[in-house]
């Protein structure tokens, strides 16, 4: 008898995506990037603000799940500090608000967070 592996259906789709991903260049680390701390910090946050029930922690969860696939850490990281820094009053809240970078980097965590609207909540 040959002995092998054994997949579950369910198993099969997730490692051909992995598969495709890894495939395409993108390394573990590229799939997650995002540290356990930010992740829960984010789903903290947001059932903070949905309840604190069972279901805004799967929402949650969800949600930023959607965030990590469509924007990078470091990027996400960027937004928040714009975000943080543009409610400073006076020239250097304005530094945070006024330039092209800026704007771009909340306008992508905006998206991002649309997106996970729509798909998670």
Do not use: W
Not at 6 to 17: Q, R, V
């Amino acid at each position: 008898m040959k002995q092998g592996r054994i997949m579950t259906a369910s198993a099969a789709p997730l490692l051909c995506a992995t598969a495709l991903l890894l495939g395409a260049g993108a390394s573990a680390a590229d799939i997650n990037d995002y540290p356990t701390s930010a992740r829960a910090d984010y789903v903290f946050a947001c059932m903070k603000v949905n309840g604190e029930t069972q279901q805004s922690l799967e929402h949650c969860s969800c949600s930023i799940d959607v965030i990590a696939s469509l924007i990078s850490y470091e990027r996400y990281v960027d937004a928040q500090t714009v975000l943080s820094m543009a409610q400073v009053p006076g020239n250097l809240g304005t530094m945070f608000r006024a330039t092209e970078f800026s704007k771009k980097t909340v306008d992508d965590l905006r998206r991002a967070q649309a997106e996970a609207e729509v798909r998670c909540f």
